[in-house]
């Protein structure tokens, strides 16, 4: 995908056949937008597995120029859903608005529009603890739980076990249908036996994503984490395409 409009130009038209959100950047899916408004050319995109609302295009410069919304509108017949965002807060993270942490606060409270009231939602934060920022409730009342995320801090080292512990103890207490964590972290923790936890977890019927960031992450444990727990794995080299995949992730989970 061209990163600049000069690049563009000769093409009459683009289209995407089967392309996540999180393959783009938030520079290319602005310029596409101008691409279309400005210069008038075309636009397709294929339906797909990576496409429209479970591509991550949810509230995305793409979304506004399809004729179509990238959510349905009629959830009533859905089944209920519990997740459990597990958020790294350590120092590596940042805590800025473009930082890692900073993307992630803005996912996470991006992701509670997506979810209905019946749903509930849960966000830990750990460094070399844990806290739950926002205990695992319904979402009966997300104008609170925005704000409560949104004064998320980052700073300590990093121990991921009690965080995904935590997280999936509140999920065996839910009566929601579909329990899911979505771990975020460069995967820099402790040693412990996470196999055995993540595969008890599956067997019970909670599933674990995992995201990781860059070169220096630790993309093998991550990996693990996602095959143990039977959800999938990111790698993030763009902290912009966080939201895209936290949108995904709720959509593919409803």
């Known amino acids: 995908m061209p990163s600049t409009l000069g690049e563009l130009r000769p093409y009459a038209a683009v289209i995407f056949s089967d392309v996540p959100a999180f393959q783009l950047t938030q520079r290319q899916m602005r310029l ?4 279309v408004h400005d210069l008038g050319r075309g636009f397709m995109m294929l339906g797909g597995p990576n496409s429209y609302g479970v591509g991550g295009y949810y509230k995305t410069p793409v979304e506004e120029i399809l004729p179509v919304k990238m959510d349905l509108e009629d959830k009533t017949r859905f089944p209920t859903v519990a ?26 409270i991006l992701s509670t529009d997506l979810l209905e009231d019946r749903d509930e939602l849960g966000v830990i934060g750990f460094d070399g603890a844990s806290t739950w920022i926002v205990p695992l409730q319904p979402l009966t009342n997300k104008a609170s739980i925005r704000n409560t995320i949104g004064s998320i801090r980052s700073g300590g080292g990093t121990d991921i076990y ?50 990781t960031f860059g070169t220096d992450a630790d993309r093998a444990t991550m990996q693990n984490f996602a095959t143990w727990g039977g959800g999938k794995y990111y790698l993030v080299t763009d902290p912009t395409t966080i939201p895209a995949i936290f949108t995904r992730e709720i959509m593919l989970a409803s």
């Not at 805590?95 to 606060?105: D, P, V």
């Open 32 to 35: 596409l937008e101008t691409y």
């Open 83 to 108: 997740v459990v965002m597990a958020l790294d807060k350590s120092c590596s993270m940042g805590g800025g608005a473009g930082s890692k942490l900073g993307m992630a606060k803005e996912a996470a």
């Open 162 to 211: 009690p965080a995904l512990s935590a997280s999936i103890t509140a999920l065996q207490k839910s009566d929601a249908s579909l329990k899911h964590v979505i771990l975020l972290s460069d995967g820099m923790t402790s040693p412990a036996d996470f196999k055995n936890l993540l595969t008890k977890a599956r067997q019970n019927d909670i599933t674990t994503t995992a995201l």
